[in-house]
Each structure stands twice: as C-alpha cells, then as structure tokens.
C-alpha cells in the first residue's frame, strides 16, 4: 500500500510538470520597444555578423604586428645509414641534425637571421651563422614596409565602424517595424468603431422603416457600409500579422516564437527626439556618418599608400648583405678537438662576407601602369569624397525638411480629424430626424475614418522623420543608451 501511494505521488507530480511545461511554453513572451531594441542589438545575425568579420580583422591586425616581433624556428632530422660491401664487414653510420633559428624584421626593412646548425656524427661540429640584409633603396624606410600594418589597422578602424553601422540600422529597423505593428493595431481600433457605428446605423434603420420613417431601399445602403467595414477589418487584421512579422525579422528572432508586442504611447516616444538646427544637423551627419568615415580612413590610408608603394617600386633595387659564420670546420685533421660548443667561440675558421646587389628596372611598363593606375585612383577616391559630403549634406537638409513638414502635417491632420468627427456627430443626428438619408450618413462615416486614418499616418510618418534624423545624426544608439561591444 506505501509503494502504491509512492507510485500514485510520482505519478501527480509527472503529470504536473508536464503540465505546467506545457502552459508555460504556450505563454507568449512580452516584448516593449525597449526590450526589442536590446535582443536585437546583441542577437540581429547582422550584428553577430559584423562582430564576428570585427574578430577576424582584429587578429589580421596581430599578424601583421607579429611580422616585427622575433620569430623562431626549429628543425631536427635524424639517419641511419647501412654500408654493405663483398668480402667486408657491414657497417653503420648514424647523423644527426638540429638547426634552432631567430629571425627579425625591422621596420626599416632590415631582416636579422641568427641559425646554428648542429650536425652529430662520430663528432659534434656545431657552427653559428648571422645574415643581415638591407635594403638601400627600394623597400627602404618605414612607410614603406609598415604598409601592410597600417593597412591592417585601418580595417579594424573600419570594422568598428561596421559594427556601430550595423547597430544603428538594425535598431532603426527595430523601431520602424514596431510602429509598423502599432500602425496596424491602430488601424484594427478604428475600423472597430467604424464597424460599431455601421452595425449602429443598421439596427437604427431598421427601426425607422419598421415605423414607415425611412424606405426599404435605405437598409440596403447601411448594410453595404456595414459589410465595407468587415471586410475592411479582416484586411486589416491580416496586416497586423504580416507586420508582426517583420518586426520578428527585424529583431533577428525565429518567426515561430509566441510573442506579443505591448502597446507603445506615441506621443511619448516623439518627445523622446529632439529637432536641432539644420546647420547641426549637417555637421553631425559629416562627423557621424560611417561611410562617410570609411571613405575617408581609406582616401588617407590604403588608397594613399598604394601610391607610394607604387612609386616605390620604380626605384632601384640596392640591397646590403652581410654574413658572419663560425665553427665551420673545413677539415677533419683535428675535428675531435675542437668539437663541441666551445668550438664555435674558439675556433680558428671564422667567414665573414659583405655585398651589394643592384638591380636597376629598365622601361619598365608595368610599374609605370602601377603608378598611374595608383595616381588615378587617388583621384577618383577625392573626387568621390567630395560628392559623397554633398550627398550627405543633402540628406541631412531633406531629411531635417521632412520633420519639418511631417510635424506641420500632423497638425493639420489632427485638426482634420477632430472636425470630420463633429461633422459625423452632425450628421449622425441629421439622419436621426430625417433630415438626410443613409447615403449622405455613409459618405460622412467614410470621411471620418479617412481623417482618422490620415491622423495615424501622419503622426507614425513624424516619428518615422525624427528616427531617421537620428539615424543621419548618429544619435541612434546614445538616444536609446546601446553601447557597441568590442
């Protein structure tokens, strides 16, 4: 009986956690705009993207910094070798090697290589070898050899960028589809009381042509605009979900995910931005813009570089080499005695060796095509430059003209509605007592839900003008307190 009642205990609780797993996984999770805005700036795939090439850049950048560090290097071999002749006894040999290496690379272009070899065989002859290079002219001087460097530091300069960018249309797209689905929603409210003043009309009608007030025909007429209003709420209500949506895709989350947006205060959300003057504007959209950044990093860094790379490779090609080798014995007379390491500091056979090389490019085309090539894309990048800053410039005046306009055309929206609504309190009383038929009542009810309709369009296409100033201004993530992650 214990174990029964054991079983039948187990039993509940199963059946309860399974239950309780089961409500709690139908729950829908409840986002605000806030919260939104947040999941998607850390988990938008497009932001994880531009973090992820930011990671790659940056360890592009250690490589190219690690070219100037010492490098090492160690190789070891080891034989045996088997002599058989006729008519004599076999015999064996054994060698080994091992050749431990430094290397340097200044950032004048001069490469240090420091080896030792160290062959065993019946003995230990060691020796050390030096070798310097240097280039006297072409490849000479710091500009030119740090150009990968300085190259690789820029790319992570521009992949910061990328990833602040990145952030900042992801979180306008955030906000847009969010009003998006506000907008919907809203549209879903007033073509709710369209359809309650159509249902309304109806009902009274029907009353007026049971008491010989109205003709027949006149139900048919209210009865069209109640079944406008249907349809028009079904529309409605489909597009509510296909804004939902977007606004999952523009957050960077699976579609499938049970969510339910909360309702956003608008007028709240307006007093949130702020409209600077248009010569701020223009000036922050130049300070801010990425692109605009980018191209610049790229005019002064790699495009000017390339040139003098270019220009570099014109020049004569004059290098110096040195060499220093000791304990290389030549002979074998007296190799036992002096094996081993003191034979490379006290042995007698030291070689030392300095040269020039010379190479000098004769009409060479090539690098004259590299030059010119270099110099023209200079060119093209100042010029584009400078009609991208125009561009820019224009954005900002269009867009600070847009608020401007979009706030002029809330207000006169506003007022709209609020007159088309007396009007239809007018003549909804008008109709009551006769004094104008169901037609003139339809026409009156359809001017209102377009004032209506017009003063939601206008007042989310304000808010929509002032996201995007901010976004031209680059206020997006200080304005919604998102820091970019490195």
Not at 164 to 183: K, Q
Not at 256 to 283: C, D, G, M
Not at 415 to 420: C, E, F, I, K, N
Request: net charge neutral; aromatic share 6%; with cysteine.
């Amino acid at each position: 009986m214990h174990a029964r009642s054991i079983r039948y205990l187990v039993t509940i609780f199963i059946i309860s956690i399974s239950c309780s797993i089961e409500i709690y996984a139908a729950k829908p999770i409840t986002l605000s705009l806030e919260e939104a805005i947040l999941i998607a700036a850390r988990s938008n795939p497009n932001v994880q993207e531009s973090q992820l090439s930011y990671v790659l850049q940056k360890f592009n950048l250690h490589v190219e910094e690690w070219q100037f560090d010492l490098h090492y290097s160690l190789q070891a071999s080891a034989g045996l070798t088997r002599s058989i002749i006729p008519d004599q006894p076999t015999t064996y040999s054994r060698n080994y090697n091992l050749q431990p290496g430094v290397s340097l690379q200044t950032p004048i272009g001069t490469e240090f290589n420091l080896y030792s070899n160290n062959p065993v065989t019946d003995h230990y002859h060691p020796s050390l070898s030096l070798q310097l290079m240097q280039p006297l002219m072409r490849g000479f001087g710091k500009a030119i050899v740090e150009t990968a460097l300085h190259n690789a530091r820029d790319s992570e300069i521009v992949s910061r960028l990328t990833i602040e960018g990145t952030l900042r249309t992801t979180i306008t797209a955030v906000i847009n589809a969010y009003l998006d689905v506000v907008a919907a929603e809203q549209n879903i409210a007033i073509d709710q009381d369209a359809a309650k003043r159509a249902e309304q009309s109806v009902e009274q009608t029907k009353k007026y042509i049971k008491a010989g007030r109205k003709a027949g025909n006149e139900l048919v007429t209210v009865q069209a605009d109640q079944a406008r209003t249907k349809a028009q709420l079904e529309t409605d209500k489909n597009n509510l979900i296909q804004a939902r949506y977007a606004l999952l895709t523009a957050i960077g989350m699976d579609p499938n995910t049970n969510i339910r947006f909360t309702s956003l205060h608008i007028e709240n959300l307006i007093k949130k931005y702020t409209l600077p003057a248009l010569s701020a504007v223009k000036q922050l959209t130049l300070e801010n813009d990425i692109q605009y950044q980018v191209d610049q990093i790229v005019l002064h860094g790699s495009t000017t570089r390339a040139l003098l790379t270019a220009q570099d490779n014109t020049r004569w090609q004059l290098n110096l080499e040195a060499n220093v080798t000791s304990g290389n014995v030549s002979d074998t007379t007296n190799a036992g005695q002096r094996a081993g390491i003191s034979g490379l500091f006290n042995n007698p056979y030291l070689t030392q060796g300095v040269g020039l090389s010379l190479h000098i490019p004769i009409d060479d085309q090539l690098t004259k095509q590299a030059v010119l090539n270099a110099k023209i894309a200079l060119k093209q990048a100042e010029l584009a430059l400078v009609q991208e800053k125009w561009n820019k410039e224009t954005n900002a005046i269009n867009g600070w003209n847009m608020v401007v306009s979009a706030k002029r055309a809330l207000q006169f929206a506003e007022d709209a509605q609020l007159l088309q609504k007396q009007t239809y309190i007018i003549s909804y009383q008008k109709y009551l007592h006769g004094l104008i038929d169901s037609l003139e009542l339809q026409s009156a009810q359809l001017q209102l839900i377009q004032a209506q309709q017009v003063s939601l369009r206008e007042k989310i296409g304000y808010l929509k003008a002032l996201v995007n100033l901010d976004l031209l201004t680059g206020h997006t993530l200080r304005t919604w307190h998102v820091k970019v992650r490195f």
